[in-house]
Structures are given as structure tokens and as C-alpha cells.
């Protein structure tokens, strides 16, 4: 009898502390180095249109003429797509995109895997002008995967999961992060820094999902590209293997919260969105998005930017 009652003491025991730390337990303490790269999140000036013809399909790849054979085309690319994007100044979208298509296929557009092979500029904080990789060629193709958020499909994306304010309850993102990463691995997760869509944002590599339901509470297990594995400090590497790398939700309430830099939680306000995209739906080239007929400025309007580069450029580098 005694036997029983202890035994039945320790299988409590286990299954209380199991329970605990698989809520606190980082999903895949790898995840920083599996999808990490060895440079800073970088900014550019201005993106050509040889990089907006080959973000999306269907776009001619001569800019000559193309206000009389691709007029909307070229609409978008000056409204939104030249300066906009690339003076946001950051690419994390792509630089998020490019490494879970990397670790998907084992290399992708002529890279290989892992990420974090790939050197480049880790001195300078991108508020503080990163370069961005050595090699040139990838540079080009980490801009290019950076203006596919801007595709038709990830606008639809977008605007669904807006739809009455989902994207503002992270219940919503949590289920959906739960359920992309289940059916095919690590997906996108953007965050806005307000409830505004044009306030900016930040992507990062959603790669897990943790609950506790003593706490009715979440957290989405991410890679930073404001933040390298492949960098000795407290908050780069440090940050990792503290398990900090989580965006944190209160399912009782549905707000998000998100340590974006040193002294800067995001969002601001108490309010921000948070969208989950899928790598299926953007790692490929889609559609111009000025193809769903909406005159161009209401579709300015529903473009969500995320760029990731604003909050360092207000905080202590470290």
C-alpha cells in the first residue's frame, strides 16, 4: 500500500513539473542557430524594379514603357513599392521569409543551408546602417523576398485576418501559428507597433507554441532578425539562451506583448496587430496586389509594412 501511495506521490510530481516546464521549455533550443544568419537586419534606400519584377510574376522585366503596357503595375511600384518599402528601413520580412524557405528545402535560390553561414555586417545595429551580407547576390535576393509581402495573397492574408479586429486578440494568431507550424513547419509572425496598418512593423520566424492553461496564457517561440545567434552578447545570443525569444499572450484578455528592444515593449498603446504567414503562401512569387482593382490609394491604405527597424533607432545600443 505504501508502495502504491508513493508511487502514485512521484507520478504526481512528474506529471506537475512536467506540465510546468513544458510551458517554460523552449520548443527547439536550435531555433536560433537552425534559422539565424551570420549578418545584421539591414536597410536600403531604394528597391529597383528589377527587384519588383521578380517579387512578383507577371510583371515586365524591361521598366521601358511599362506606364503604357503595365500601368498599374507601375503605379504600385511608385506608390508603394521604389521608396517606401526600403526606406522603412529594415528587411526582416525577407530576411525571416528567406531563412525558413532555406531550412525547408535545404537551400533556396541558390543558397544553402543554415542561414547563419552566411556572414556579412554584425557590428552596427541596423538603426545604425547595417550592410547587410558580404555577398551581394544574396543581398538582391533577400530584397526580393522582403517585397513579397506585398503580394496579392499576403494582402488578402492580411486584410482576413484583420477582419472585425482578429488580428488585434492574439487567440486568433496563436490558433493560427499552432496550426501552421503543425502542417508545415515554421511560418512568418508580424507584429505591428499600433493598431494603425501603415504604423510599421516586425517580422520574426515563428517556429513553436507553448500554452498553459493554469494561466490561460501563450507564448509564440520566435528568431529575431534584430538579434544573432551568432553574436556574443547579452542581447543578441544571451537573449537566446535565456529563452527570452518568445511573444507573450494573455488569452483572458487577447493582448500580445513583445520585448522589441532594450526599454521598448511593443505594442505601444496596449494595442497591435499580430498575422501569421504562412511561408506557403509568399515564398513563391504571386500577384501584384493592384490587381484586386482598388484605386490606389485605398490600397495604400490596407498595406500592413513590416519593416522591423524603428524601435532601435531609440534605444541604448547595447
Not at 505601444?268 to 490587381?291: D, E, F, K, N, T
Amino acid at each position: 500500500m505504501r508502495r502504491l501511495r508513493t508511487a502514485a506521490w512521484v507520478l504526481a510530481v512528474l506529471i506537475v513539473t512536467g506540465y510546468e516546464s513544458s510551458f517554460a521549455q523552449n520548443p527547439d533550443r536550435t531555433a536560433a542557430a537552425k534559422y539565424g544568419w551570420g549578418f545584421r537586419n539591414f536597410a536600403d534606400k531604394e528597391f529597383s524594379w528589377d527587384l519588383f519584377s521578380h517579387s512578383f510574376f507577371g510583371v515586365p522585366l524591361d521598366p521601358n514603357s511599362t506606364w503604357l503596357t503595365a500601368t498599374f503595375d507601375r503605379a504600385f511600384y511608385e506608390a508603394a513599392y521604389r521608396f517606401k518599402l526600403p526606406q522603412a528601413n529594415g528587411n526582416c520580412f525577407g530576411i525571416s521569409l528567406m531563412s525558413i524557405m532555406m531550412n525547408r528545402f535545404g537551400g533556396y535560390y541558390g543558397y544553402c543551408a543554415p542561414p547563419i553561414a552566411w556572414k556579412g555586417d554584425t557590428t552596427k545595429y541596423w538603426g545604425g546602417n547595417a550592410t547587410g551580407p558580404v555577398d551581394t547576390a544574396l543581398h538582391r535576393i533577400i530584397n526580393i523576398m522582403h517585397g513579397r509581402q506585398f503580394s496579392l495573397a499576403a494582402v488578402e492574408s492580411y486584410i482576413d485576418q484583420a477582419m472585425s479586429g482578429h488580428s488585434l486578440n492574439c487567440n486568433n494568431g496563436v490558433t493560427l501559428a499552432e496550426q501552421t507550424i503543425g502542417k508545415e513547419g515554421p511560418c512568418v509572425v508580424s507584429i505591428t507597433e499600433t493598431p494603425s496598418p501603415t504604423g510599421g512593423g516586425h517580422a520574426l520566424v515563428a517556429y513553436g507554441v507553448t500554452r498553459d492553461t493554469n494561466t490561460n496564457t501563450a507564448r509564440i517561440w520566435v528568431v529575431d532578425p534584430n538579434r544573432l545567434w551568432a553574436v556574443p552578447t547579452n542581447v543578441d545570443s544571451g537573449w537566446y539562451a535565456g529563452d527570452s525569444n518568445h511573444i507573450d499572450c494573455d488569452l483572458a484578455s487577447g493582448k500580445w506583448s513583445f520585448t522589441m528592444a532594450p526599454h521598448d515593449p511593443w505594442p505601444h498603446g496596449g494595442s497591435g496587430h499580430l498575422i501569421i504567414v504562412p511561408a506557403s503562401l509568399v515564398g513563391l512569387p504571386g500577384r501584384v496586389p493592384s490587381s484586386l482593382g482598388l484605386a490606389l490609394g485605398e490600397l495604400l491604405s490596407k498595406l500592413f509594412l513590416f519593416d522591423g527597424t524603428q524601435p532601435y533607432l531609440r534605444c541604448v545600443t547595447p
